[in-house]
């Protein structure tokens, strides 16, 4: 089984984001950025089978910034190959532009099994699994949460609502949104990362064709704040006394 | 008239309540058709629809990714909607972006408002809203609670249409089996106090010191997603839209940053108390009270005056 991962970095959600002069994007000067988190589970994933049952693993990304860094952990923690697609792709991508160049360049690799992140905080116009898999003419399941092998081909487990879980058998071509891997994702040190990029080579593949998301970004704002919270503060003996009040006068405690 | 179709969707014998969520926003909008795939006893409960399309077919008795793309797909490309209006859902996720692809209509996701031309998206964790303009017809994929359901719910008597499936032979995927979750110790969603535990918490090791303030409380410990992920807690305690819905006379929240997939499962809590150093941690949003203290010290301040 050839296995490709998608993996994409994002907004680290723990720092304030801003918003730029256009107003209709993070400024995104300072911007610190993380992996997916979704496509740490879907390389996890993909590793897993692979230990299992054979194949390859191959990670992929839209060249970006630091996105060598990523490459290079996908490559520590066990991916056989790193691809980057190369083509103009700083700042906000529409998954439609992202997916149409993921889609023509794993194309020209050959793949059996995509396995993305089931989402990214950042994909305004559409979840990649699915927009892939129209591409690549490939059925698509997402929010998926197990991948097996057995005799019939693929066995795979969805998540509704609730914990309730559907086991489908798939056949390959296929693409996976994967919301979680069986196991924690594992973790590489750095060291390990540096000594994994030394020697290693980046496939590049420049994007061919391009698709836009047939949408603009009017505007970007911060939520209103609905109703709001009453703040209690951030000194813990104050707040945790006007708890108790509260829980007292609402007969909870 | 705009035309709008509503792609329903039901699971086990119930038209789930995104359906009616999307059928009201649908009738502000225009004249909405529902797309009823599988189940088609339940076009009597689609009285909010000025008209059902139902394709029906052995193979869309259960839920199937690939299936339902394709009758969703054929339904669409036969007719021709100004707008087509999925669940960002779990099975939402596996018709939309497909359909944008095959239609070639552009999508615009985890909506939270719609207007003619327009779509608000809730992304970054909840953390930024992002309005696009929309030209044409187009997909939208809506998040859960957006709007209210009961507007989707009326006695009308929509025009049923039978369409016949397209060639469902040959699929890739096949449905096997549901499991449902293992009964856990304690029911959460049956718990007048629940301390949810999120990954503000750091470690495993941490996860006894919630337990304490909870029993302290009165109640139960429940947690966000990454916990369960992390296997410090089981599924069961699990909160949000791929866990269980919790309705507790009180829910503190210790770090939990607050993504809409965690305040679908908690919103609707009588009391909500959050706890989180970040002041612009969407939690804010939905909790009535909220503290920016450290949780490692307001668990042990708050056990101090118990
Ligand atoms: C299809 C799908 C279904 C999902 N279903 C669910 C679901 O059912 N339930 C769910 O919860 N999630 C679900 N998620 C995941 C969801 O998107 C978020 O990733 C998750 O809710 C984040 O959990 P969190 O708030 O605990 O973690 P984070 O977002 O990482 O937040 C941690 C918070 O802790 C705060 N913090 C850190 N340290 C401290 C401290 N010392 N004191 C106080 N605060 C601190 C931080 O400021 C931060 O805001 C789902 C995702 C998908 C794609
Ligand atoms: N620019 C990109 N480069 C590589 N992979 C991507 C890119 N955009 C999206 N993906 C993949 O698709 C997953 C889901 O992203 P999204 O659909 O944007 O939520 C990501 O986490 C990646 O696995």
Redesign the pocket.
Known sequence: MNIVVPIKQVPD??EELEIDGSGKDLNREWLKNKVN??DDHALEEALLYKEANGGTVTAIALDSDDIEKALFAAAAKGADKVVKVTGDFGGAVSSHTAAKALADAIQSIGFDIVMTG??AVDDRDGQIAGLLAGHLGAANV??VTSVEKDADGLVIHK?Y?GGVVAEFETSTPVVLGI?AAKETPRYVPVAKIRKASRGLTIDEIAASGSADAGSEVSRMFKPEGGAGAEMLGDDAEAAATKIMEILTSKGIK | MSNIYVIVEHFKGQVEDITFEMMGKAKELGDVTAVLIGAKDLASQLGGASKIICVDDPSLNNFNPEAYCKSVDAVVAAGSPDMVLVGNT?MG?DIAAGLSVSQNMPLVAYATEISSGSVVSQLY?GKMNVESSVSGACVVSVLAGSFPADAGRSDGSPVVEDMAAPDLSGLSVKFRKLIEPEGGDVDITAQEVLVS??????NEDNVPMVEELAAKLGGAVS?????VDNKWLGKTR??????LKVKPKLYLA?????????I??MKDAELIIA????PN?P?FEYAHYGC?????D?IPALSGKM
Do not use: Y
Not at chain 2, 275 to 278: A, I, K, P, R
């Open positions: 959600l723990v988190e979704f089931v989402q997402n929010v998540e609502s919301q | 779990s996720m964790g535990a999120g990954r503000g918490i750091q947690c966000s997603r990454p916990i699990q909160v949000g839209k791929s866990g210790l770090g939990i940053s607050g993504a809409p997939e965690h679908e499962g706890c989180n150093t970040d941690a939690i920016t203290a450290d949780l490692f307001l």
